[in-house]
């Protein structure tokens, strides 16, 4: 008889740890939290345009006559041509409240006779490719507008390590205040993507000139508080790039 009790013993223990997981799973848990929420419901699509390189200036003497017909339905932030960091390469920003007025400007815009006969059917074979993403602003950033119109622009892309902003936020924030100060250039944006590859945060900069950019390039380079804001950040990062840009005449942001 003791040993068959001995032997009952184990099995009793799994009995109360298992009663002890149900109980505890039975409480009301936490709300998981990757980070400060968004709080607002404006959302922006990024689009970037493969252009055939025989079709470059038409495609821009095109869009550049007709933008205002896609302009008429939806808000324009800015258009830019790549200069470096890409080839026959256009990036556009477009602001939305919500996915439902997206889907109410696409669902007008397949209804605009204009649109598809002056605009979109002579753009489309200019084209080799299209590619578009929905980011949100991160919580402490701002759309911004340049100090002054004639500069240059950068799109600085970096993909994090999954876990998001309650792993990477902090010192990504501290990464980009670091290099947003008086000498360098000018933060108008960070954004976390919402849909396209996720942990990926852009950050839009404009700059005097490209060789303002190389000054303030040089410059981070042996500033102890940017490198020590970079390194800490670092850790979390899988890849970047980046592209300079210039904005197109018909730009709102330029």
Request: charged share 15%; glycine share 6%; aromatic share 12%.
């Amino acid at each position: 008889m003791l040993k068959l009790f001995g032997a009952c013993r184990p099995s009793a223990a799994l009995f109360r740890t298992t009663a002890a997981a149900a109980a505890a799973a039975a409480q009301p848990s936490a709300p998981l939290a990757t980070g400060p929420q968004q709080d607002q419901r404006t959302f922006y699509e990024f689009r970037t345009y493969s252009i055939r390189p025989d079709q470059n200036l038409a495609f821009l003497k095109l869009t550049n006559e007709k933008i205002h017909l896609r302009t008429a339905h939806s808000q324009l932030i800015g258009y830019w041509t790549v200069e470096y960091g890409g080839l026959n390469k256009v990036f556009h920003i477009w602001q939305y409240d919500s996915y439902s007025q997206r889907a109410a400007v696409r669902a007008a815009l397949a209804q605009d006779p204009s649109w598809i006969s002056e605009y979109i059917s002579k753009a489309l074979p200019l084209l080799t490719a299209q590619d578009n993403e929905v980011s949100y602003l991160v919580p402490w950033s701002r759309l911004k507008s340049p100090p002054q119109q004639g500069g240059v622009f950068e799109l600085a892309t970096f993909q994090m390590r999954p876990g998001g902003p309650a792993v990477w936020g902090g010192a990504f924030q501290a990464a980009m205040s670091a290099h947003d100060a008086p000498g360098y250039g000018k933060l108008l944006g960070a954004f976390h993507s919402e849909f396209g590859l996720l942990n990926r945060v852009q950050a839009l900069w404009w700059f005097e000139s490209a060789d303002h950019r190389a000054e303030c390039r040089h410059k981070a380079h042996t500033d102890p508080r940017v490198v020590a804001a970079v390194r800490n950040s670092v850790a979390h990062l899988d890849a970047q790039r980046n592209q300079l840009m210039s904005p197109c005449p018909f730009s709102p942001m330029k």
